[in-house]
């Protein structure tokens, strides 16, 4: 599965923004995307992912109920809505593809390009 990302930009606190993921390739029902985030001088971090068969999404707890995650199926589009955006939010965000999905982070196996997201105070 290739991935691209893009949506990144620059946003005053408390706003919003939605990055968007390209999927193309061989796409199963048993398999997630996710986005990951890494802050400057910090590691990657899990955010959020959802299964392309159910929908079922699962959250980083600092952003529950101001991230949304969902997916086109007909598209092959994965969605990251980003509401309330905290300064601690900026770092570039990635998309990423796991074949099948235990919940673990290590089943993301295909990585996109990152994409900036900078929030000012």
């Known amino acids: 599965v290739q991935l691209q990302a893009s949506g990144g930009g620059l946003v005053q606190a408390g706003g919003s923004l939605r990055l968007s993921c390209a999927a193309s390739g061989r796409i199963l029902s048993s398999s997630a995307t996710g986005w990951f985030r890494q802050a400057p001088g910090k590691e990657r971090d899990f955010v959020a992912a959802?299964?392309?068969?159910?929908?079922?999404?699962v959250y980083k707890d600092s952003v529950k109920g101001r991230f949304t995650i969902s997916r086109d199926k007909a598209e092959n589009m994965v969605y990251l809505q980003m509401n309330s955006l905290k300064p601690e939010d900026t770092a570039i965000y990635y998309c990423?593809?796991?074949?099948?999905?235990?919940?673990?982070?290590?089943?993301?196996?295909?990585w996109g390009q990152g994409t900036l997201v900078t929030v000012s105070s």
């Open positions: 959802i299964r392309w068969g159910y929908g079922t999404t």
């Open positions: 990423a593809a796991a074949a099948g999905y235990s919940g673990s982070d290590r089943d993301f196996r295909s």
